[in-house]
């Protein structure tokens, strides 16, 4: 056990070393090498489709590489994965409650099952069903609320036994305005209090307020840094133009020195001063600007400029932001 402790102390809460992972002939990771450090709120953020779950899957031990090392907390993944689930908390995708039992009774077990006294079980669920909103529906049946309210729940069990890392994928999906700020706020309480949370997302937003952020694409991560060291790489502001043809617009400012970027949303360029760009380009544009704004750069715009595509989701839009706003 003492040894045990001076693993998790020294270790890097997550890290992992020439990762790959491969579906027959889909290659999901092409080598990620990453750390990520204890009280850290580290977000991996990517559209569909670009690795994230199955990176994700790897560190939560759902998952087995087929090349490389995952450690959580100085374990590995795969040799010591119980070592891992017994200091872990997650929040899937999809809702993994039990349906028949109470709010209360599933945190309740849950405590039970990490080792929690009955009587630590029952304080610390008390504890969570208060500060997560739950109060009023604690003696319902799980399978009988509402989409947001089994999210906040899910958190709950994933927090009762206070876990050394919380992993949240995409944690958020369907939740209103009021559940949300709920869950965030109590995440930022757990990490507040020493924790450390890897979470996925495709929403910007949802990544603005973690300490670093990686950006995946295609199996591989193309940058790391906080929000904002990422947006500096961009530099400047963005100039966003809605035409009538965006390829002949595009054209149009490549030919006179621009470098632009195309995008589900319109034309792209990245400015050091976009404002006093903006009237000259208005007045001998060729085509008929139907909308143009002023911005400072963001997350989706440094994705757009590493990798010439805007940061989608699953069907070709550009990634959405949470609804709510800022988590």
Do not use: C
Request: hydrophobic share 45%.
């Amino acid at each position: 056990m003492a040894e045990d402790k001076a693993r998790i102390s020294d270790a890097p809460a997550l890290e992992a070393r020439g990762l790959h992972k491969r579906y027959g002939a889909v290659h999901a990771l092409r080598g990620i090498d990453l750390a990520v450090w204890r009280g850290e709120m580290f977000a991996l953020l990517g559209p569909n489709g670009a690795g994230k779950t199955t990176l994700f899957s790897i560190f939560a031990t759902l998952l087995k590489p087929s090349e490389g090392t995952a450690r959580v907390l100085g374990f590995d993944s795969v040799r010591e994965r119980v070592a891992v689930r017994q200091r872990m908390g997650i929040v899937f995708q999809e809702p993994a409650l039990e349906g028949k039992l109470s709010v209360r009774d599933n945190l309740y077990l849950m405590g039970l099952f990490y080792g929690l006294s009955s009587r630590a079980a029952k304080t610390r669920s008390a504890e969570l069903l208060v500060t997560l909103g739950l109060e009023d529906v604690s003696t319902r049946e799980a399978q009988k609320l509402s989409g947001g309210q089994k999210r906040r729940v899910e958190l709950a069990r994933a927090l009762v036994a206070t876990p050394d890392v919380l992993f949240l994928d995409e944690a958020t999906l369907g939740l209103d305005v009021d559940a949300r700020r709920l869950f965030w706020a109590e995440v930022r309480r757990y990490v507040g209090a020493g924790g450390t949370v890897f979470l996925t997302t495709h929403y910007m937003d949802e990544a603005e307020p973690a300490d670093r952020i990686a950006l995946i694409d295609h199996g591989q991560i193309i940058a790391l840094g906080s929000p904002q060291e990422l947006k500096n790489r961009v530099g400047g502001g963005v100039l966003l133009l809605a035409t009538d043809d965006d390829a002949q617009a595009a054209a149009w400012l490549r030919e006179h020195g621009h470098d632009p970027e195309l995008s589900a949303r319109g034309v792209l360029l990245v400015e050091s001063e976009p404002a006093a760009v903006l009237p000259d380009v208005l007045a001998h544009l060729p085509v008929r600007t139907r909308r143009a704004e002023v911005h400072e750069s963001s997350l989706e715009d440094v994705f757009l400029k590493l990798t010439g595509r805007a940061l989608e989701d699953g069907n070709g839009k550009p990634a959405p932001r949470a609804q709510g706003g800022q988590p």
